[in-house]
């Protein structure tokens, strides 16, 4: 498989990550999922403003400018006969001998980027049976809006749900649902969906921007605000959602069903939505779609 280290593209095997690179030794970087349909994007404007954003908030220099990282992602994926499928990229603050705490000198001390591919197809049995989840306290930092290439609080909790058998964490501050350990958070009651706002407690996702513009569309309305354990319990649907989940239906909470425990109506129209979405960028992918 090939990859983009730096400024080439080389194999796999060909990379050399430094033991002193930053963000080996102190997750000291940004990184971003894009994902591909039919060999093209989705919404990687997007994904580009954020990573540049999550860059800017870590006062990592950028060293490249959007274009130039877009055209670079866009020859991986050409390389790499990619059709469906995830490019993951990131940035670190480089490779700054002796290990300190203080950032280096940019002007010394170039980032390191990477990026790479992986081939997965849609989930759609997923999709329209939906997933399990735990709840689990969010434990994690106070910059969760920086997509950090830290995540050790987010896989803590995944790694939590996942011994007791369930799919997917929801996290809570004090009873307050932020959103789950790789994807945000939603509920659905009396025809209305609720989500955290974007802030320092979640991190803005694109997903997230594409299912505010469906739910416009359709005509449902949102309530961007904070809602408790008690109100997800009493919810008539969940889902969360994610680059590569899309709009993921949530029908068990703790080992309880969440309304009917089957894909509700809501999180149906709006994965409709969302195929519509993708398929305005990058062409049909309904071929053989069971949703
Ligand atoms: C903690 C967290 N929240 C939300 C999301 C969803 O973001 P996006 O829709 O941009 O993939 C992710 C995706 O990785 C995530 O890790």
Known sequence: MKVIWNDQIVDRTEVKIDLEDRGYQFADG????????NGKFFTLD???????????????????TKAELKERLAELLNVNKVD???VYFQI???IASPRDHVFPEPTVVPPVFTASTTVVPRNEEKMS???T???????RWLHCDI???SLLGNIMAKHTAHKKGFDEAILHRDGIVTECSSSNMWMVKDGTIYTHPDGNLILPGITKIVLLRAAAKAGIPVIEKEF???QLKEADEAFSSSTTIEAMPIVEIDGTAVGTGERGPVVEMLQQFYIKEIEAQCGSIMENSLI
């Open 30 to 37: 940004i990184y971003d999922v894009v994902r591909a349909y």
């Open 46 to 64: 997007e994904h580009i403003d954020r990573f540049f954003s999550g860059m800017s908030k870590i006062d990592l220099e950028a060293p490249f």
């Open 84 to 86: 469906t499928g995830n």
């Open 92 to 94: 670190t603050r480089g």
């Open 129 to 131: 049976k939906g997933i």
């Open 133 to 139: 989840a735990a709840v689990v306290p969010d434990t």
């Open 147 to 149: 997509k950090s290439i």
């Open 228 to 230: 408790t354990l008690e």
